[in-house]
């Protein structure tokens, strides 16, 4: 049977919407159309692929493995018809993705989108939140969107900029008192922002491999959230000091140093070799290394 990439778009359609008719709405299609392409891909793949519980579809197993592939493949797919010979921010139509945390978004995210503003009104960037899980499979999510913000260190394989340092810094509720010692905090339980099997902050990790394993009463994958988590209680929070400059004033939170050296901390744009000498991503990085000189100077 022949298949087209149209045919992939009502795919990717069908499998998120898990509805003839939503999808259909989605892509500007009338019913019989996205019925009739639905035919066409249960027999390909000879498989049902949406199947009926009540009043309501659900993914087949194969069609749950489909979902991520078909994403995928039209992300790259959207990649190939946005690359061109130049690129002219002034005149540009283009949409970057960036993956980052709530901070990154919150800093440098407006910052270099402030910047672009002033000379490409056509360009948008479109950001991602980072996850634990993208943080373990960072490599593999490369491939679908235009760069990574996570610091150094983390990946080594993958082409990257450096944009601003910034340092690891302690969250207090304003009438707790101070740990001194490294034994002091790791005693402490903590609200501790991305943790996962085979990946912590550095300062989690520096106390471990000391022989200290902090109790962490709250996981979370967000770092400005962490006032909230711990203004009126005996919690630690540990979080880039930059971050921390955005905490709103009466959060009744204070800020201290961590009572060892936890290591220098220096963000990051990372990006798939793939993109090294596209004109587009070529322009983006320059942006992000102007955007990020301008957080360090803040």
């Given at each position: 049977m022949s298949l087209d990439l149209n045919l992939l778009v009502s795919l990717n359609a069908l499998l998120q919407e898990r509805s003839v008719?939503?999808?259909?709405?989605?892509?500007?299609?009338?019913q019989p159309t996205l019925s009739t392409a639905l035919a066409r891909l249960r027999r390909h793949y000879g498989d049902d692929l949406?199947?009926?519980v009540g009043n309501s579809y659900e993914l087949t197993p194969l069609a749950e493995r489909l979902a991520e592939h078909?994403?995928?493949?039209?992300?790259?797919?959207?990649?190939?018809f946005q690359t061109g010979p130049d690129f002219d921010p002034a005149?540009?139509?283009?949409?970057?993705t960036l993956i980052g945390t709530d901070a990154h978004l919150a800093l440098f995210g407006r910052t270099l989108t402030g910047l672009m503003r002033e000379v490409a009104p056509g360009v948008r960037v479109h950001f991602q939140h980072l996850t634990s899980q993208i943080v373990r499979r960072a490599q593999e999510h490369l491939r679908d969107v235009d760069g990574i913000l996570l610091p150094q260190g983390l990946l080594a394989t993958v082409p990257a900029i450096d944009l601003y340092e910034d340092r690891w810094v302690c969250v207090l509720s304003s009438d707790s008192s101070r740990p001194t010692t490294p034994a002091?905090?790791?005693?402490?339980?903590?609200?501790?922002?991305?943790?996962?099997?085979?990946?912590a902050l550095p300062p989690l990790n520096w106390l471990r491999a000391r022989g200290m394993e902090p109790w962490l009463e709250l996981t979370s994958e967000s770092f400005l959230t962490v006032p909230h988590l711990v203004a009126g209680t005996d919690r630690v929070g540990v979080v880039p000091e930059r971050a921390a400059r955005l905490f709103p004033a009466d959060a009744d939170t204070v800020l201290v140093d961590l009572p060892f050296e936890a290591g220098p901390l220096v963000e990051s744009l990372w990006w798939h070799p793939?993109?090294?000498?596209?004109p587009a991503h070529m322009w983006l990085r320059k942006m992000a290394s102007e955007a990020g000189q301008l957080v360090a100077a803040m």
């Open positions: 008719t939503r999808a259909a709405l989605r892509l500007g299609l009338s949406l199947t009926r078909t994403a995928q493949a039209l992300a790259l797919a959207d990649r190939v005149h540009a139509e283009h949409q970057f002091e905090l790791a005693a402490r339980p903590w609200v501790m922002p991305y943790n996962a099997p085979g990946f793939l993109h090294e000498r596209e």
